[in-house]
């Protein structure tokens, strides 16, 4: 009995809290109360330009084929390492026989993205010069992509409808990851088309071209990203012990790009006053915030929309949507401002190609600002950008701070300093 | 040389007066407004007689005097763990909370001159609300969550000393420091979660100053009639460096009366009154009564209470009634004193009832 009392007691007497109750206001409320502000600030944005040529071509992580008539013509351009003169042909003493000829070539690409509701996706493969670099423009190259000079093209839908996705006839094939939805497509071509020229080492350069009913634009992946195209040689090479013997031998790329023709006046790379997002070569723009102090210093904020009108909106397919961000710098230092790694001074939104120009975008930035809060060294400065940059087309341009009427604003809800301390 | 009682006695007073533990005596929701609620200066075994007996009871901390009846080193503490009902407006709320609201200690120096301590509550600031209400954001309403709290009290930080004059009369002093802080919390939670919550918080601090003085006559052997005293000279509200707010604290007159018709029954009286109104609050007058029967370890006690509290909404002071009960044991040869008691209280005011059950163990060592 004295142990049931003695736990019975020990019970009742345990430490315990529960002290939270509904509030029955004002009488049994604190004096002070929780305010919560909605404003739109209209010139929180004071200095603000555009920049371009952070991503080049060449630097970009997918090669960008695109034939979107009227809006851009654009191919990928690549030049593979040079297989030598020689390959092993006894793989027990590593003994190399000259290579006297070559069967045929398999080339391998990566589409990284694609519009799915593009049909008849075809890809047109032309032999380059090799004197491939960055400085090629889609004009130094014009005289190797007239159709004659097409190697052969390969219709990507129709490989993929047949059985096992592989064209036994013509020695295509086509893979889907289904897991990151890429599609590598195999072409086979003959040694007629792309022969082995002993002089140049088995260098070869080629250029793709997509075409489609519709809709024609994908992404192939590059080196940048270690998804570059593979160039498999079967050759035959001379052998002691026979004449020859057939083998085969997989090389990259050296180098990688895509050149482009824009056709439309509406997407002219030239920078105005306009906040440049994007593109090719790519543009950000650089925004400065003049934060009142009461944002800086006093108040929590709830959710802060930065909310930028369209000026010129971005031209292409469905598929070339994309991810704008408003990113955080280490220190203005304007074009050149490192861009901070502080995942919380990152602010996304995506952008759907359709949107028209006075269309609004917003970035939802709370995290930016409150960090800005926290650290009040850290420069309230955003660079807008593409993300990732260099693997689309698109360009959007919005309405500088010079506009007034459609200056970017920033829309602030805030909860303002509690009154502690007072009865 | 100090005396090795003495050297234990002003070590102990050093360590008491530093608390470490919560100290609200008890929480209320008439806390929410104004200065909080007023703690009790009492032992568990005064309180179980209703606070009748603090005037008198050395452990207890309501008349300085009192400690003249410390004959050997005392030390005091109280657990309370409270269940709490609070109805207002149809709405029914279940709080409870647990608290170590007092703590004291005393010794003689010599035979007539005995010197205490320790800590009580003087303003309880722990409560928390929620309210729920919405605002137009971006052209809907978006319904939201506040809840307001603060944790924390005032505690007063006491050192008396008593002295007996003649065997008629004795006097009482001491000296209060006013202590303490309460962590203060202002959150708002969207119900829409584009809408990120906020959550601020601040540490308050507060202090004063205060004396006491108390008067014990015995002008029959079973009688005893203590008159005290007490004025504090404000409280100053600090958030960081700045201050926020200071207003003046209450002085304080209590009387009260016991009779001891034999060695195992008691029965006592008192009643006090604070100037509140210093405070911007109600002046309060608290009455109190209760009876003590049984001399050995194990007394059985219980008691009245009643009275207002000082803040509160309205014109007329909320009201306070309490019943009590509550016993006692010894161990070691009274070395060694566990008390326990249970406190019925009842609080009344702007429409708000608040009801509560607390549970009380005190622990006393004698060493």
């Not at chain 2, 004063?208 to 014990?216: C, E, K, L, R, T």
């Not at chain 2, 009643?271 to 059985?300: H, I, K, L, Q, Y």
Request: aromatic share 8%; hydrophobic share 40%.
């Amino acid at each position: 009995m004295r142990r049931v009392a003695l736990a019975a007691l020990a019970a009742v007497t345990a430490c315990t809290e529960d002290v939270t109750a509904p509030g029955h206001c004002p009488d049994f409320c604190p004096s002070g109360s929780i305010t919560g502000v909605d404003t739109v600030l209209q010139t929180v944005v004071q200095r603000d330009s555009a920049f371009r040529g952070f991503v080049r071509p060449h630097e970009a992580s997918s090669l960008l084929a695109t034939n979107l008539p009227g809006v851009i013509d654009s191919r990928a351009i690549f030049l593979t390492l040079p297989i030598g003169d020689s390959l092993v042909v006894e793989s027990g003493t590593g003994a190399r026989g000259q290579i006297v000829g070559v069967d045929s070539l398999k080339l391998s690409v990566t589409i990284t993205r694609r519009d799915t509701s593009a049909h008849n996706l075809t890809l047109v493969y032309y032999r380059l010069p090799l004197d491939l670099d960055s400085t090629k423009t889609f004009a130094d190259l014009a005289g190797a992509w007239t159709g004659t000079d097409s190697l052969r093209s390969l219709n990507v839908d129709s490989v993929y409808a047949l059985a096992g996705h592989v064209d036994l006839l013509r020695g295509d094939s086509v893979f889907v990851d289904t897991l990151t939805n890429r599609v590598t497509v195999i072409a086979k071509l003959d040694s007629a088309s792309a022969p082995y020229v002993v002089a140049d080492s088995g260098k070869a350069a080629f250029g793709v071209k997509v075409v489609a009913d519709s809709r024609a634009s994908i992404a192939l992946g590059s080196v940048e990203a270690g998804l570059g195209p593979l160039l498999t040689w079967f050759a035959e090479a001379d052998s002691v012990a026979k004449d020859t013997v057939p083998r085969s031998s997989t090389v990259g790329v050296r180098f990688d790009s895509f050149v482009f023709d824009l056709l439309s006046p509406s997407v002219d790379t030239t920078l105005d006053s306009t906040l440049a997002v994007g593109g090719m070569p790519v543009a950000r723009s650089i925004m400065r915030f003049a934060l009142p102090r009461l944002i800086r210093d006093s108040v929590q904020i709830s959710r802060a929309t930065l909310v930028l009108v369209t000026a010129r909106p971005p031209e292409g397919v469905p598929a070339d949507s994309f991810t704008l961000s408003a990113h955080g710098v280490l220190a203005d230092f304007s074009a050149k401002s490192p861009l901070s790694p502080d995942p919380s001074r990152v602010a996304t939104t995506r952008v759907h190609i359709g949107i028209a120009r006075g269309d609004t975008v917003r970035i939802e930035m709370a995290d930016i600002l409150r960090s800005w809060q926290v650290d009040t060294l850290a420069p309230t400065t955003l660079a807008l950008r593409q993300v990732p940059e260099g693997t689309e087309f698109p360009e959007i341009r919005f309405e500088p701070s010079t506009n007034v009427a459609l200056a970017p604003a920033l829309h602030v809800t805030y909860v303002r300093r509690f009154p502690f301390g007072k009865p | 040389m100090m005396s090795r009682t003495g050297r234990r006695l002003v070590a102990a007073l050093f360590l008491s007066v530093s608390p470490t533990v919560r100290l609200a005596a008890q929480d209320s929701q008439f806390s929410v407004r104004g200065l909080g609620v007023p703690g009790r200066w009492e032992s568990v075994r005064a309180r179980t007689t209703g606070g009748a007996f603090g005037p008198f009871d050395p452990r207890s901390s309501v008349a300085d005097v009192s400690l003249v009846d410390a004959l050997q080193l005392t030390a005091t503490a109280v657990e309370a763990t409270t269940y709490r009902r609070a109805e207002i407006g149809g709405s029914r709320d279940d709080l409870r909370s647990s608290r170590f609201p007092f703590m004291s200690l005393a010794g003689p120096l010599s035979r007539r001159f005995v010197v205490g301590g320790g800590f009580a509550t003087y303003l309880d600031r722990t409560y928390s609300i929620v309210t729920r209400d919405s605002q137009m954001l971006r052209g809907a309403y978006a319904p939201y969550s506040d809840r307001v709290g603060s944790d924390g009290a005032v505690a007063d930080l006491r050192v008396a000393a008593a002295a007996r004059l003649a065997s008629w009369i004795a006097i009482g002093t001491g000296a209060h420091v006013l202590s303490g802080s309460s962590r203060q919390t202002a959150q708002r939670i969207y119900d829409d979660t584009t809408f990120l919550g906020t959550t601020q918080t601040a540490m308050v601090r507060y202090d004063g100053f205060g004396i006491s003085g108390s008067v014990a006559l015995d002008p029959v052997r079973s009688v005893r009639i203590v008159g005290y005293a007490r004025s504090d000279n404000r409280l100053r509200t600090r958030l960081g460096d700045t201050e926020t707010d200071r207003v003046d604290l209450p002085t304080t007159l209590g009387a009260a009366l016991r009779w001891s018709p034999s060695p195992s029954a008691r029965v006592a009286g008192a009643v006090a009154w604070r100037s509140w109104s210093d405070a911007g609050g109600f002046n309060t007058t608290s009455w109190s009564a209760g009876a003590e029967v049984g001399a050995g370890p194990t007394p059985f006690r219980l008691g009245v209470r009643g009275g207002q509290l000082p803040f509160g909404p309205g014109t007329a002071a909320p009201t306070e009634f309490g019943v009590t009960l509550g016993t006692g044991k010894g161990f070691s040869g009274n070395r060694a004193l566990v008390d326990l008691g249970l406190e019925r209280l009842v609080r009344k005011g702007g429409g708000l009832t608040e009801t509560a059950w607390t549970v009380l163990v005190g622990l006393t060592i004698r060493p």
